[in-house]
């Protein structure tokens, strides 16, 4: 440590010959600290001391003035007196390692003990606990295990408080099998004894551990305290046990255990588990009501969505707000105008920098779409964690900016960022990175280190894996992830059944959701939902879709929000009853956006209703008016009725917009390398090669060079030649299905990605493809991934 470090303690200077006397000889330090006393100026009772020693050495007066300066943290003071006494005595030897300890000069009083074990001292039951503390202060195992068998070799194994402080510093270095190890053997053990082990479980993450040991404690005669509760009551929020918070709630209503400390514990109680009434009546109860209960209560309604009321709690604050009152406030921003606020605050109170406060900020940025916001605070911090890290990658994640957060998670991983390891929370936020970006090779690159780094049990790691392979395409390998997860929460199931859905597999899907209801004893939230009812979307199962939309409410009390809507129109699309559809929109109970109208006229466009497709396109482009696929979708509608004029106003249209067609282009990886093509591409190395492989398979599946001109009769005779150059049996998927058919191995699924919407002829040639290859093809499009087999498609050919 320091001399720095050192003078916090002390008001006085901390000279350099002063800090040898830690680790110097003893005559050595005497001699210096001799000529040091007779230079400074000490308090005229020290004076007096320091003059008689020769003839009082072990003066009382003297021990009580190193006792004093010890306590009071002017350890500089104390080390000139210590230098001056019989260092003999133990007692004095504790008194110095006490006040190093209280200082938090861990290091120092580590040394002191070995200087003290050096010279012959032994240490007795009083050394022990606040060396054990430092060894805990300083993270060391090593020398924690050290001081623990110079325990039980001089028989304090056995004593309560060194026991005590041995469970302490087990559990605060994560290793609860030995400290619960030390709790066993304590031939007698004390309340002190009992908080240990339920605080530290919690410590460790285990609630379960934690709220057994506290019914143990209670089972040995043993009444929990204020510590007690605080502990269990935090064991509760990370379990999911409502009921026994509330158990221990009244527990400390019925013993009087009800000072601001357990009621604030209570209180974060109940806001973890979204129960804001119970959060308000316990706060609005509270008769002294300190920063932290006011913090919490406003991080209660932040958390859940009263961004309102916690402005108003924070304007009601009869205190002054401090840094947490700030980083609880900024989730309830709903607008990053009030996030700006909150920002300009926090600098005009002098509370920047702080590394958690500015990584609330990027959050705040990051979700309300900022992402250069986020940047800049980013970039300016002057200390970064793995937090603030993980924060910026998850912003630009959140913001489709895929390739920043790969690169972003590539300067973390080369260790760029002061040696920090990437954690669970990393792994969780960049794996839908990889998904985005189509990166299946780099995915499994990165889920083996997953399991290299020991995150491969990890709930929320392994709920990102079966996200990722899922929208890279790779089915089998997310179930297999999901099928690996012990313990399977909401967003499992959630996962997996979406995952099923986009692949439209929807009955597999609905019989998940089936099993998470009767087996797993997790509730579905409004997500699953969603999940669900756009997998009875995908796979056209009406009346699947209607009973699951109608239990909702009925049975789960959640209400419907605008993604199950449109989820159910495009299910009544499916039946062609379009009036039924516009009729459902307007019986909506939220307003309708622009995917709700983009629903239907999907609708109309596969059951080629003009009149309702115009109507619908107009509102979409009310809401949205540089949406490329409304105007896409118009134009092709038109072109196939023969309406030229009404072509060429959406053409103006969209040039005066600024809109332009998106390319289409095909993706396949073989060999480890990614190859791209666009419509009639001829850029490829095996090019000749891919057409003749796809002239001999659109043979065998009987398709004519012309036949696409009886399906657009009333186009003009130049756009036919136009769209003869742009024909089918020339698009990006198709040459990129041909070049994964030569290119991998026989019985191997052929894996291609496209950016658009995959056109039905394409659909119907890969459908027979699929049957005269014997091979499986996956084409994943802008909505959903269809697997082609036997001739068959899992979408039942309505995308």
């Known amino acids: 440590m320091s001399a720095t470090s050192l003078a916090r303690c002390s008001p006085i200077y901390y000279s350099c010959d002063a800090c040898k006397c830690v680790s110097s000889s003893q005559n050595h330090q005497t001699s210096e600290n001799r000529n040091l006393v007779t230079n400074r100026r000490f308090s005229k009772p020290v004076r007096l001391i320091l003059h008689n020693r020769s003839k009082k050495p072990n003066d009382p007066s003297l ?54 074990v050096s ?46 402080s041995l469970i302490s510093f087990y559990m605060k270095l994560g290793w609860a099998m030995d400290a619960e190890k030390v709790f066993d053997e304590m031939p007698e053990r004390d309340i002190v004894s009992w908080n240990s082990m339920v605080s530290g479980f919690l410590a460790v993450g285990d609630g379960v551990r934690s709220l057994v040991m506290l019914k143990e404690m209670m089972r040995f005669g043993f009444e929990p305290d204020r510590f007690s509760i605080m502990s269990a009551l935090g064991a509760c929020s990370h379990v999911d046990c409502l009921k026994m918070g509330k158990e221990i ?82 989730p309830a921003c709903e607008e990053v105008v009030e996030g700006r606020t909150v920002h300009g605050y926090a600098t005009r109170r002098g509370f920047l920098p702080h590394v958690v406060l500015e990584t609330a900020l990027i959050d705040m940025y990051g979700e309300g779409g900022k992402v250069k916001s986020a940047e800049i605070v980013f970039d300016r911090m002057g200390e970064k964690n793995l937090v603030s890290w993980n924060s910026m990658i998850a912003a630009y994640v959140q913001n489709g900016e895929n390739y920043s957060a790969l690169k972003l998670f590539q300067e973390l991983w080369d260790g760029d960022s002061s040696s920090l390891v990437p954690d669970s929370t990393t792994f969780a936020s960049i794996l839908p990175a990889y998904a985005e970006s189509l990166s299946l090779s780099e995915g499994r690159q990165l889920h083996a280190y997953v399991v290299k780094a020991r995150y491969s049990s990890n709930t929320i790691v392994l709920n990102s894996l079966v996200h ?28 997996i059944i979406m995952a099923y859905a986009v692949h439209g597999f929807g009955r597999i899907s609905v019989c998940l959701f089936s099993e998470m209801i009767t087996t797993s004893g997790v509730s579905p939230n409004k997500s699953t939902f969603a999940s669900l009812l756009a997998a009875c979307s995908i796979s056209g199962l009406i009346d699947e879709g209607w009973e699951h939309f109608d239990s909702m409410k009925r049975e789960y009390g959640i209400d419907a929000g605008i993604e199950h809507y449109v989820y159910m129109l495009d299910l009544i699309g499916r039946t062609g009853n379009l009036s039924s559809a516009k009729r459902f929109i307007e019986e909506m109970p ?22 309702v497709a115009e109507f619908a396109a107009e509102q979409v482009l009310r809401i949205e008016h540089d949406n490329t696929g409304c105007y896409v979708l118009l134009l092709n509608m038109y072109s196939e009725a023969g309406r030229w004029e009404d072509v ?28 791209v093509f666009t419509n009639g591409d001829r850029s490829q190395v095996e090019t000749n090669k891919i057409y003749d492989v796809l002239d001999i398979v659109s043979r065998m599946v009987e398709e004519e060079e012309d036949s696409f001109v009886h399906r657009v009769s009333k186009m003009r005779p130049e756009t036919l030649l136009k769209k003869k150059r742009n024909s089918p049996r020339r698009h990006s998927v198709r ?65």
């Open 63 to 116: 021990t009580r003035a190193l006792r004093e300066f010890a306590d009071s943290g002017l350890l500089e003071d104390a080390l000139h007196l210590f230098d001056e006494m019989n260092i003999a005595d133990a007692f004095l030897w504790n008194v110095m390692i006490k006040g190093f300890t209280a200082c938090g000069l861990h290091h120092e009083a580590l040394r002191f003990y070995s200087r003290m």
């Open 119 to 164: 010279t012959g001292i032994k240490a007795d039951s009083f050394t022990f606990p606040f060396v054990i503390k430092s060894a805990a202060g300083v993270s060391s195992l090593s020398q924690g295990k050290t001081i623990h068998a110079a325990v039980i070799k001089l028989g304090f194994d056995s004593d309560v408080y060194v026991c005590n």
């Open 249 to 330: 709630h009244c527990y400390a209503i019925r013993s009087r255990i009800e000072d601001v400390m357990v009621l604030t514990s209570v209180l974060d109680m109940y806001s973890r588990y979204s129960e804001v009434s119970y959060a308000e009546r316990v706060f609005n109860g509270m008769t002294n009501k300190n920063i932290v209960a006011w913090n919490v209560m406003i991080g209660c309604y932040a958390r859940n969505g009263r961004g309102v009321d916690a402005f108003l709690c924070f304007q009601k604050m009869l205190l002054q707000p401090d840094v947490i009152t700030l980083i609880n406030l900024l």
């Open 468 to 495: 990722m392979y899922a929208m890279c395409g790779d089915l089998e390998d997310a179930r297999k992830c999901f099928d690996q997860v012990v313990f399977k929460d909401v967003v499992s199931w959630n996962s």
């Open 590 to 611: 939220v307003v309708p956006t622009a995917r709700v109208w983009g629903s239907l006229l999907k609708a109309s466009r596969n059951h080629n209703d003009i009149t």
């Open 648 to 675: 060429e106003r959406i053409k103006l249209l969209m040039k005066s917009q600024g809109v332009s067609k998106t390319t289409s282009c095909s993706t396949v990886v073989t060999r480890g390398r990614t190859h």
């Open 735 to 799: 040459l990129a299905t041909c070049l994964g058919l030569i290119s991998t191995e026989t019985g191997r699924v052929v894996m291609v990605r496209n950016n658009t919407r995959i056109c039905r002829r394409c659909h119907e040639f890969l459908e027979k493809a699929s049957k005269v290859t014997r091979r499986e093809i996956v084409v994943g499009d802008s909505k959903i991934f269809h697997h082609f087999s036997n001739g068959c498609c899992s979408c039942g050919n309505y995308w």
